[in-house]
């Protein structure tokens, strides 16, 4: 039993390991699987429904404008009559995803200044400066006064409840826009986008950490105008930013202030109007009334473009479309750093009930239920996307899911085997080579542990083994032994028994298991004709050599019997017990009672008589602990007799003596005796000869012969 339990053991650590590896993979990260995981990411927002665009338009600086107007960059006194059409249009914000670090002219800036600050709701965009190379050639009191000009839009409403946050990585400056502009806008905001390792844009940082304060981006500043002038407020914790609060309005962000972009779809989803229908009055005013008018570029001749789930070359006007939309309509995607936990958790309960289970099916059942787990989590997943835009890990519970049910299968077959290899092992010298084979094949034909079936029971035994043992010398004695074993051995294989087991020079042999053979009883009896065949050959060559002549008794029984493994919990052997069993045994032991070779019950015989003969009936004996006598019939070997002429003689003697005739029989068996020298016909003679009262005291001559065996 420890044995069979040993590889559940196995699977259950190894199971418990890959868990724990998985999930500190899962928190270090690796690249390889972290890359995989955004792809399976990209796939689910694909398949994402959404609401249709409400609130956005893109006034385009496309390929037909550029044709009309000129080519880019426009004078800003340009930018300034679109920002007049667009007031007087109705849009209700408007955004310029464009950059003004540098003078023009007085008169068109001062134009565009003008026309910004009569508007009141122009946005503008800032540029932080990520990477130390960018600062070089900027002047540290052109850093500081660019600082002390979005000052002003950083949010003041800061709520950090408990120990305070880690800071965040800061930019090394920023870039702003001219004086006279940013100073007209109604709110500035950056413009930053970060994609991730793969180079696509998933997310932005919303609220960006500089000098200690927090600032928001572009689109959150449009968002914050549309809802006419929202307060902002940022939430921390200890791990990192939580969010910010658009007023009333919950935006939920990552521990570094990022934004998951909820994409509505391929590039051109937004209604775009050219900026040159605009200038001249054409351009339809339900797309500019209440909405944001967010100017951008969309010629692919001008750049800004990113690669997104959605394609590799998406305008970036349009990116900034998508994150203002979500914004004002309110949902967006999340994964904050608690969701880190979520994954463990559910990582750990699926791993610990896969290492509950799996160790306990075959390798079909274990796949179905690996499979189910996982798309039990898959759909958990996809539903907490779908219907909560949650994010949740699917890559590293995959992997999990996987590497347990491979494993465990691994060691399912490894443990197979070592089972297959120690079984044709332990069994290769008991039982026949294509027994062995077959039982390594078909593992399930032995059943481990005690189970009760018909099987046959030959037992053999050397005559006068005692003394002969006694006057031979032990090198001759055990080279004689060996012979003799190996070439018994060979007949009971060769009729497909197995051999159970060696008792000093007798033999024990079953058959019908451990794999069930057709027709035991007679497979039995014809290995005990060839073990008394090949005896002969044995004894002529002893005979040649010096060694003396033996001789062998041979009883078989068929019977219900009880057959498994036995013994104790370290050491157990392949056995048969019980009464059938036992009466094999006895059997055996009255050939020398009768002079025969061999003897076998009637349970046998009614299986093999129809199949086999010579066989005659030698007698009926009471065994104990047995209420009905057995019948024993002798199966005559070729050449144990110089002739059956007598054997009808014999039957009808027998019939005689089981008739009551009992003077007539016993004449009957001392004429057969004198013709043949049966044994068995002297013991019944006499046997009738005794006087009636011995007779009812000894109702057999068997019993009066081997009484010691009662």
């Known amino acids: 039993m420890k044995k069979i339990l040993a590889p559940q053991r196995i699977a259950t650590t190894a199971g418990v390991a890959l868990t724990v590896l998985s999930i500190v993979a899962l928190w270090l990260g690796v690249p390889l699987l972290d890359g995989v995981e955004l792809k399976t990411y990209d796939m689910r927002l694909r398949a994402l429904q959404h609401r249709p665009v409400q609130y ?41 995803d464009l950059f003004f670090p540098e003078h023009e002219s007085a008169k068109a800036d001062g134009q565009f200044a003008r026309a910004l600050g009569e508007t009141r709701k122009a946005v503008l965009g800032t540029v932080f400066l990520l990477d130390r190379e960018e600062v070089r050639y900027v002047g540290a009191g052109a850093l500081q006064a660019a600082m002390e000009a979005i000052a002003p839009q950083a949010i003041t409403d800061v709520r950090a409840g408990g120990e305070a946050p880690p800071a965040l990585p800061e930019p090394y400056g920023v870039i702003v826009n001219i004086p006279e502009l940013q100073a007209r806008a109604a709110y500035a905001g950056h413009i930053n986008v970060l994609p991730d390792a793969d180079g696509v844009v998933r997310r932005i940082p919303l609220v960006v950490q500089a000098g200690g304060r927090y600032f928001p981006a572009f689109d959150l500043q449009v968002a914050r105008a549309f809802y006419g002038n929202e307060p902002l407020a940022v939430e921390l914790a200890p791990y990192g930013i939580v969010g910010v609060a658009l007023g009333a309005r919950q935006v939920p962000l990552d521990e570094d202030g990022r934004l998951l ?39 692919k001749g001008i750049g800004d473009v990113r690669v997104t789930p959605y394609g590799t070359a998406f305008p970036g006007v349009e990116v900034r479309a998508n994150i203002i939309e979500n914004l004002i309509q309110g949902d967006v995607l999340h994964r904050p750093e608690w969701m880190t936990l979520v994954d ?101 034909r032995l059943r481990l542990g005690g189970d009760k079936r018909e099987l046959t029971v030959l037992f053999s035994d050397i005559r006068g083994f005692t003394a002969m043992s006694e006057r031979m010398d032990p090198e001759d004695l055990v080279k004689l032994m060996n012979e003799y074993f190996t070439a018994m051995t060979a007949k009971v294989f060769e009729h497909h028994g197995s051999l159970d087991k060696y008792i000093g020079d007798a033999i024990m042999a079953v058959y019908g298991a451990p794999v069930a053979v057709p027709q035991h009883p007679l497979q039995a009896c014809r290995s005990a004709l060839g073990m008394v065949e090949v005896l002969r050959g044995l004894r002529e060559s002893w005979s040649a050599r010096g060694l003396p002549a033996v001789d ?3 009883g078989i029984n068929t019977g219900p019997m009880v057959v498994g493994n036995m013994g104790s919990a370290t050491r157990f052997n392949y056995t048969v017990i019980g009464d059938a069993v036992n009466l094999a045994s006895r059997i055996e032991h009255l050939n020398k009672t009768y002079g025969t070779n061999i003897l ?50 014999f039957g009808i003697a027998y019939g005689a003596m089981r008739g009551g005739e009992l003077e007539r029989a016993a004449a009957l068996f001392e004429s057969v005796r004198a013709r043949s020298g049966d044994v068995a016909s002297a013991i019944h003679a006499r046997y009738c000869r005794m006087p009636h009262r011995r007779r009812a005291e000894t109702p057999t001559a068997w019993q009066e012969s081997t009484s010691r065996l009662r």
């Open 344 to 444: 463990t958790g559910l990582m750990l309960v699926a791993g610990l009930f896969l290492v509950w289970l799996l160790p306990r099916f075959g390798v079909s059942g274990a796949a179905m239920l690996a499979a189910a787990t996982l798309a039990a989590y898959l759909a958990l997943a996809t539903y907490l996307f779908h219907a909560a835009g949650v994010w949740l890990n699917i890559v590293y519970p995959t992997l999990l899911v996987a590497s347990l049910f491979a494993f465990a299968t691994l060691v399912r077959y490894s443990s197979a085997y070592a089972e297959r290899r120690n079984l044709k092992r332990a069994f290769q010298h008991y039982v026949p080579r294509a027994i062995v084979d077959g039982l390594v094949a078909d593992m399930g």
């Open 261 to 299: 972009v909820r994409y509505r779809g391929r590039e051109r989803t937004f209604p775009a109007v050219p900026i040159a229908d605009i200038l001249a009055g054409t351009a339809d005013k339900s797309l500019l009334r209440d909405r944001v008018v967010l100017v951008g570029n969309t010629a």
């Open 56 to 96: 956005v338009t893109i006034a385009a600086i496309d390929e037909e404008s550029l044709g009309r107007i000129g080519r880019w960059p426009w004078s800003r006194s340009t930018l300034a009559e679109l920002a007049r059409r667009l007031d007087e249009a109705g849009a209700r914000v408007i955004a310029f």
């Open 552 to 554: 062998i008794g041979i």
């Open 600 to 649: 076998i019950s009637e349970y046998t015989y009614e299986q093999v008589k129809d199949q086999l003969s010579p066989v005659r009936e030698v007698d009926s004996v009471q065994v104990r602990g047995r209420a009905q006598p057995v019948r024993l019939y002798e199966l005559i070997p070729p050449g144990k007799y110089a002739s059956l002429d007598w054997l009808e003689e």
